[in-house]
């Protein structure tokens, strides 16, 4: 995994998101309970923001590795209640 992360870019912490799909669409989150990258204090208040469907997992950052059935099973959730636009 390290092998495949780049330099996150600095147009991250400068460009202003002026409608961020959050606001307008179904969202899902996962919480990391034992991140120690991301607090998982701070990953719940911005899944509550986004009015997301969360799930939480005993996990490190990584959880989609410790927690693999549980992170598909949110993804298909995700894309079964996705609407088709005709």
């Known amino acids: ?6 330099p996150i870019s600095t147009d991250s912490f400068t ?8 606001k307008h669409k179904p969202t899902w989150y ?8 991301i607090n998982p204090d701070q990953e ?3 899944a509550k923001r986004a009015k997301a469907k969360m799930i939480e ?10 927690h693999p059935k ?6 298909e959730e995700a894309a079964t ?3 088709v636009k005709q």
């Open 57 to 66: 997992v005993n996990s490190s950052h990584v959880a989609y590795m410790s």
């Open 30 to 37: 996962m919480v990391a309970a034992e991140d120690r990258s």
């Open 70 to 75: 549980e992170t598909a099973k949110l993804i």
């Open 81 to 83: 209640s996705a609407q």
């Open 15 to 22: 460009h202003k998101v002026t409608n961020p799909a959050w």
């Open 44 to 46: 719940r208040m911005m």
């Open 1 to 6: 995994m390290a092998i495949s992360q780049v």
